[in-house]
Nanobody, 119 residues
Framework: QVRLVESGGGLVEPGGSLRLSCAAS????????MGWYRQAPGKQRELVAT???????NYADPVKGRFTISRDNAKNTVYLQMNSLKPEDTAVYYC?????????????WGQGTQVTVSS
């Protein structure tokens, strides 16, 4: 069983920064990708950023240039550095990992961490 544990959420003023972390533990044969999604009240969960083990990344348009995703493969950990935060970034942020060989990949989710951007 794979477990994803997030940390780093909190309350920050507009223009501030936060860094989220997510560590994967358990039986991990291989990781295809790790990333972050978010869900604001009354809205659907949406992609924020993904880091693929081959090295490529992708970002949602609203966060391009402000957020940076990175990985520590030795620690099975993904980070999300969030700068120039805006009130519209307020949401529960969920870690996501796609794990396993191509013929049996599974998607795992963390429990979520609240990010609130407010003055």
């Amino acid at each position: 069983q794979v477990r994803l544990v997030e940390s780093g959420g909190g309350l920050v003023e507009p223009g501030g920064s936060l860094r989220l972390s997510c560590a994967a533990s358990g039986s991990i044969p291989s990781i295809y990708s790790m990333g972050w999604y978010r869900q604001a009240p009354g809205k659907q969960r949406e992609l924020v950023a993904t880091s693929f083990t081959g090295g490529s990344t992708n970002y949602a348009d609203p966060v391009k240039g402000r957020f940076t995703i990175s990985r520590d493969n030795a620690k099975n950990t993904v980070y999300l550095q969030m700068n120039s935060l805006k009130p519209e970034d307020t949401a529960v942020y969920y870690c996501n990992a796609v794990i396993g060989p191509i013929w049996s990949r599974r998607v795992y989710w963390g429990q979520g961490t609240q990010v609130t951007v407010s003055s």
